[in-house]
């Protein structure tokens, strides 16, 4: 595998763009794959629009140590290199004591070098501190070089380069602050209905300019990987899984998908923003989105929400994550308007547009959850709040994170399932075992 891993100072220095922009560049003369450090669906997004292939997120929390060496062996194995976009800071993780859940972490495990994206705005000798700072930190990172970001003028741009040189420091980019370059952000942060708009994506491109994509290159290192297996258990199960993909709904972990489809299972997309009727299938698997911006617009498509209700009646297998459970709620209230839904669960959602989170989660079945077993990791995103019934059961125990109510999470009816949490394929050892057992 050969690839760098873009990382920041911290949040919001301009790391998404950046690296998207790289990819789309580099795009045009090789084969790029891209990957994200922890858990976030949006800038995968960017990725994939930006390089026509599927970026996958590598997480050490929800996935083991060796599951993601192989997971990002098994992404790259017919690119040329492979971009990273790190989370937050460098070094932010889940403790102040040590680097597990952090970008150093991810760069260490996969041996590659690390660039750090630094917005240099009213800094000169600073910058070249600040990059100092972390190079000494921790000496088993390789930061191999940096890009500077928002640099004023050709003045800026000498005092900079000149703290750097001194500093021993290689300077890869330079990035002018030009406010037509910058990306709008939306209440997620890069909104997903943006990840393929062109202009975005050629503003993002622009940025990338500034960078020596030569000296880039040069800096990509990467160790001969051994035999690359498949993660997933493999099986012939002959089921079709029926998948929203729209705006609304648009947030799958490309591993989960891959999981299913690795269990034989036909994967038959479909959009219920545009109308389409729910299809027939053996199981329904209902991501996470943006349902609330387009509620009055579903509410329009009653055989999608009908057709929920008969599925679970009718005993199949319905899995509802975050904005995918709203849904299978009895009412979804957003902008003051009361829709109803599809009322498979005694519950009712209110879009309170209150964040919470991003957050990992750590939750056990117990014996009212018949699709899962033992231990499941995966992380919640809260912009919403869910009123069950007192009538409601739950089949998560909820040992980290906040679930739907007093240590709980994932209300049951029959095989239907609506949880806040988004699971991870690969936290576990066949994630699709038991539902293919109850498909059948």
Known sequence: MKGIVIAGTGSGVGKTSIATGLMRKLSRRMKVQGFKVGPDFIDPMYHRAATGRYSRNLDSFMMSKDVVKN??????KDADISIIEGVRGLFEGQSGK???????EIAKLLGLPVVLVVNARSLTRSAAAIVNGFRSYDK????????????SGAQHEGKLKDAMEDSGTRVLGIVRRDVNLRVQERHLGLSAERSSDKDVLDGMEGIADGVDID????ICCGSQEDEISCPYVRRDSGLTAAVPMDDAFCFYYRENIECMTASGVKIEYFSPLNGDPLPDADMYYLGGGYPELYMEWLSENRDFFQGLRTACDDGKVIIGECGGMLPLCTSVKADGIIYETAGIFDAEADMIGKRHGPSYVIARANKKCGLFDGTVRGHEFHYSTVSPRPECEFGFDILRGSGLTDGKDGMVRRNALGTYMHQHALSSK???GKITDICR
């Open 430 to 432: 066949d994630w699709m």
């Open 98 to 104: 040590d680097d597990s859940g952090s970008t150093a």
């Open 71 to 76: 997971v990002a062996a098994y992404g790259s």
């Open 140 to 151: 088993e990172i390789d930061i191999a070089g940096v890009i500077l970001n928002n640099v």
């Open 215 to 218: 000296q880039l290159l040069d």
